[in-house]
């Protein structure tokens, strides 16, 4: 098997979900939130919302999620989560996307406290600059987990993740932050396929649309994924869907794929 299939294969990407599938594709991801939520005995989703399409899509699935669980006589409901750090430049996105999933209930937590109080305590040796913001950026999709684990406990709730094929191809995620979860409604689509979706489920243009940024770091403020990967999102699902890509790209993408091994794995053990 060639590495380019072998990968999709172990990232269980669904190569046969093109347009005019969307419908069937989201019911079958609605049955799974469903089925996750009745199985684990709890009774809520919990859900951090940032403005981009992936907590937009995920969002939605939830909220239909718990809409048909109460149909079906089982108490559940979805609570969004706004979890700024201080303020953010785009959170006339996230107020959009929460209009549009229209949540059961939502809560804000601003994160700034507990990031900076680890900060200030943290003994930073002679490093430069970029690299304390990259570790402060990942603090923050930690804090934002810390947070959305809380809520999840106060309301006897599991935490959704927002993961999809390609993010996790590219282990572009923080490990234990915005990688940790109880369950991930987008594993193995593509980021093409993830608007797909969001565009059958009659999310604002825009949104689904929008130029993808993780928005971590303090020194470049929305930096767009693409441009930390290195090639665009139509290479990664172009590589994903087992289409021609060139060789840079290929190796841009394999050797992502090896270096973040780790991410995806469980903790190693003797």
Do not use: W
């Amino acid at each position: 098997m060639q590495t380019q299939d072998r990968i999709a294969q172990e990232l269980n990407i669904d190569r046969s979900l093109v347009k005019g599938r969307e419908p069937h594709e989201i019911q079958r991801r609605v049955d799974f939130i469903k089925d996750t939520l009745r199985q684990s005995g709890c009774k809520a989703l919990v859900l951090g919302i940032s403005g981009g399409v992936d907590s937009l899509v995920a969002g939605r699935l939830c909220q239909l999620a718990v809409e048909q669980l109460r149909a079906e006589d089982y108490p559940a409901r979805f609570i969004a989560m706004r979890l700024p750090y201080k303020s953010q430049a785009d959170e006339h996105d996230a107020t959009a996307s929460l209009d549009f999933i229209r949540p059961d209930q939502t809560e804000t937590l601003n994160i700034a406290a507990g990031v900076d109080g680890l900060m200030s305590n943290l003994s930073v040796p002679d490093v430069s600059a970029e690299r304390v913001d990259f570790i402060k950026g990942n603090v923050k999709a930690r804090a934002r987990m810390i947070a959305q684990y809380a809520v999840a406990n106060l309301h006897n709730g599991l935490v959704v993740g927002t993961d999809q094929g390609a993010e996790a191809l590219m282990g572009f995620f923080t490990k234990f932050g915005d990688g940790a979860c109880d369950l991930a409604p987008l594993s193995g689509l593509t980021k093409n396929q993830v608007r797909l979706l969001g565009a059958s489920l009659g999310a604002p243009a825009n949104l689904v649309g929008k130029l993808p940024t993780a928005d971590l770091e303090e020194l470049a403020p929305g930096k767009a994924d693409e441009l930390a990967y290195g090639c665009t999102y139509a290479d990664i699902d172009a590589y994903l869907m087992g289409e021609p890509v060139s060789e840079r790209v290929r190796a841009i993408v394999e050797e992502a794929y090896n270096k973040t091994a780790h991410k995806r794995a469980l903790p190693f053990v003797p």
